[in-house]
């Protein structure tokens, strides 16, 4: 994974939506990885609309990453499985130039709590498909609005099923930390557990398929208590934005399936910055993790 606007992608944000980020920026000091470093306090409520979230911008508040950091994108090599995540705030996408531009997969929000279903998503989702994208839908959880079974029917109903036409994965949980509020959404790492776990096993018995889980290691470690329940069960994607050769793990998870090295990468077909990931394998892992082979 914006009224919290997504300043954080340069070149289609207003000078207003600078100066709301800036303000929630200043609550925190920076750091050079969203991975890295002792917590930082919760800072205050940011009062945005909920549904306004994307992948990492939880993040980008209480880690206090600055928007002007070196992109990954720029220091480290393209090589491999190469994939983006993208939300409405990308606007429209012209998936041909992504896919022609060497990008094999790319997941895109399809929901939030049980109340939002992203505007771009009926759009992104079968359009990545027709250009030949391995596309996949991701859910940003609030789990203080309602229970993990309550948001992993509304996703599975709402864009975040899964079909076996070899190019659809499974979709995926992003949880991290809390843009509109306390980090770990005042939940106890025994309620987090919990909460996840009922996500996981709500979202399995509507589409058969295990959930992938999206987090840092700081958020993670902190939220959870180093849990290591969803290690056999859910593939892991880390975002950690470093120009280290690979991604600081959360203590749970003894490898990493994807990793999202940027928040500020460049693709052609997409206009303005744009999360860029990694999968950890060849495109037959890949697709065999598509097909649920």
């Not at 939506?17 to 920076?30: D, I, K, M, S």
């Not at 393209?78 to 939300?87: F, R």
């Not at 498909?129 to 709402?158: C, E, K, M």
């Not at 910055?273 to 890949?286: A, E, H, M, T």
Request: net charge positive.
């Amino acid at each position: 994974m914006q009224v919290l606007p997504r300043v954080f992608r340069l070149g289609r944000r207003t000078a207003t939506a600078l100066g709301v980020l800036g303000a929630a920026l200043a609550l925190t000091a920076t750091s050079v990885g969203v991975a890295n470093g002792a917590p930082r306090p919760d800072p205050k409520p940011l009062h945005v609309k909920p549904g306004q979230a994307y992948m990492g911008v939880g993040a980008r508040i209480h880690e206090g990453v600055p928007a002007e950091k070196p992109a990954r994108g720029l220091l480290a090599p393209t090589d491999g499985v190469q994939g983006i995540d993208v939300s409405h705030w990308q606007g429209g996408i012209d998936w041909t130039s992504v896919r022609d531009a060497g990008i094999q997969f790319a997941w895109m929000k399809a929901t939030e709590g049980t109340t939002y279903k992203d505007d771009r998503f009926n759009t992104n989702y079968p359009a990545a498909h027709a250009a030949g994208v391995i596309r996949g839908a991701y859910h940003f959880a609030l789990p203080d609005a309602s229970s993990g079974a309550a948001q992993a029917t509304y996703f599975a109903a709402n864009g975040g099923g899964w079909s076996r036409d070899h190019l659809t994965l499974p979709g995926v949980l992003d949880i991290e930390h809390n843009p509109y509020g306390a980090m770990c959404y005042g939940l106890s790492t025994t309620q987090m557990r919990t909460w996840i776990n009922d996500f996981h096993t709500a979202y399995k018995a509507r589409t058969t398929r295990d959930v992938v889980i999206y987090t840092t290691a700081s958020w993670w470690n902190t939220c959870t208590g180093n849990w290591t329940g969803m290690s056999a069960k859910s593939p892991l994607w880390v975002a950690h934005w470093t120009s280290a050769s690979s991604p600081a793990v959360p203590s749970g998870f003894p490898t990493w399936t994807v990793w999202q090295y940027t928040s500020t990468g460049s693709v052609p077909g997409v206009s303005g910055n744009v999360d860029r990931d990694q999968f950890n394998g060849s495109r037959d892992r890949l697709l065999a993790l598509a097909d649920n082979t």
